[in-house]
Each structure stands twice: as C-alpha cells, then as structure tokens.
C-alpha cells in the first residue's frame, strides 16, 4: 500500500519537513535576541504559501494512515496557525458549502446589510472568528469534531511545553508565526470571492493563473476549479480549469500579488486576447 495517496505530495511535504527542522533548530540553538525576529520576519511569506498546502491537506489528506496525518497537522499547526480538522470544519465543509450565501459563508466578506467589508476588517473579523466558527461548524459533524479538539489541546500542550523550555524563541519561532499566519491567511482569502454577488460557481471565484504563484501555494489560483470540484486533488486543477475556462467571465482573472507581481505576468500567456485585456490589477 502507498503512503502517500499522490506522488505529487512527496517534494511538498518534504519541503515543509525541512522548514520545520530549522525552526526547530532556530528554538532550541538561538542565542541572540535578534536572530529570532529575524528569522519569524523573513517566514511570513513562505509559511504564508504553507497555509494553501495546509488547506489542500485538509480537503484532500496527504497520507493514507491517520497516524501519519496527524503528525503531519501538528507541524502545520505551528507553521500555519490552522491547527488539525481546523480547515475542515470551518472551510471544506463550512465555507464551501456556503460561500455562495453571504449570511452562512464561514469566510463571508458581506456586512449583515449586505455592503461589502474593506480587506483589513475582513480580515481582523475572519482571524477573530476562525476558531469559533470552527467550533459551531463541528457540533454538526461530532466525530471530526473530536478530532479538532483532541489534536487542539495537544497542539496547545506542545506550545507549553516550548514556552517552559526556550520562552522568547518559541514566541518568535512558534506563537507570533501562528497568529501572524492565521492572519495572512484569512487576507488572503479575501482576494478569493470578495464582491461577487453569484448563484452561478463559475461566476463566484476570482482566479490567479500565475505560474510562479500556483507552484508557490499548488495551484490556488485556479479557483474556480477548486471550488466546482473541491474534493480534486490539486495537482489536477489546471487540467479541470481548462475544461471550464470558457465559461469563466473575463473580469475573474486577477494578477498575483507580491512577490510574483514582480517577475511580470505569466498569466497573460495562459489566457486569450479578450482575457487578458481584462486582467485586473494585482491586489
């Protein structure tokens, strides 16, 4: 029997394997009182792209034991803030089932009176949220409920037993990349619907088409794909998105972000004349 259900996951998790280590290494070696902040400022950004592998774990797992998923969830949990059956609960089977209604949407970006939130209070109001709208997702799927809190108190024990031993690292190394994530993220995800006003999936996502930036985050920005088939593997989601691309409107592609914006914009030679005349600015 494979353990992993898809090949593709291999170099991914390894990475990530590897970028725990050194965090590990950085809490327990550091002696200055700068390496520290160094080292959590210059993580953001990747450990931001780890929140989207975290995201694709928790829809599809990466491993076919749950031992080794479990495993796999603390070392997120630390790089990511999302901690096991986080992102089940309040997105795979909160957010997706409900993005389209802006008065159940997990993540909805609409005021009670229907106007659209600016980016920082979405995402001041998403972070805040995150972890009880996990929880009242949950009371209607008891088992992985159990599993959301079992592998929360663990996570929250370990981050103890961190603070007992090396304290100013593990808030530098742990606890400010874990919040400063969570937050990261839940930005992010603003870019994702904010403002479409749709019954229709195809009409209801914004789409990111950058090379660099779908290997970075293993392709997110097909996202229209993944909302239609949320349950595919991410290495098939260019291939999906092809085959539905006619029936995405043109103003749903944007330019990536920083810092992909950088190296220009891929994206224009994956879409026709009309599209990418219409490519919105980068966020």
């Known amino acids: 029997m494979r353990f992993f259900r898809f090949a593709e996951d291999r170099i991914p998790v390894l990475l990530f394997a590897t970028y725990f280590a050194a965090d590990l290494w950085v809490l327990f070696t550091a002696t200055t009182w700068w390496f520290p902040i160094l080292w959590w400022t210059f993580g953001i950004i990747p450990k931001g792209w780890i929140c989207s592998w975290n995201h694709h774990h928790q829809h599809l797992t990466f491993f076919r ?59 001041v109001i998403g972070a805040l949220t995150a972890y009880p709208r996990c929880y009242e997702v949950g009371k209607r ?41 969570l937050y990261v993220t839940v930005w992010a995800t603003y870019f994702h619907h904010a403002g479409l006003r749709t019954d229709d999936h195809l009409r209801a996502s914004y789409n990111i088409l950058h090379r660099g930036y779908n290997l970075a985050t293993g392709n997110l920005g097909y996202h229209t794909a993944h909302h239609s088939r949320h349950g595919m593997h991410w290495s098939q989601l260019p291939e999906y998105h092809a085959q539905i691309a006619a029936g995405i409107p043109t103003n749903l592609y944007r330019n990536p972000g920083i810092p992909f914006i950088w190296s220009g914009t891929e994206a224009i030679l994956d879409l026709s004349p009309e599209q990418a005349a219409n490519l919105q600015a980068p966020n």
Not at 84 to 113: C, I, K, M
Not at 144 to 173: C, D, K, S
């Open 141 to 181: 799927h008891p088992a992985q409920q159990r599993i959301f809190l079992t592998m929360g108190a663990l996570q929250v024990l370990l981050l103890a037993g961190a603070f007992a031993l090396r304290p100013y690292n593990t808030l530098f190394v742990l606890l400010l990349p874990m919040l400063t994530s």
């Open 65 to 123: 034991v749950a031992w080794a998923n479990r495993l796999l969830e603390i070392m997120f949990g630390f790089q990511t803030g999302v901690t096991s059956h986080a992102w089940f609960l309040h997105h795979v089977v909160g957010h997706h089932r409900n993005y389209l209604d802006q008065t159940l949407d997990e993540s909805r970006w609409a005021r009670p009176d229907g106007s659209i939130m600016g980016e920082t209070e979405y995402s």
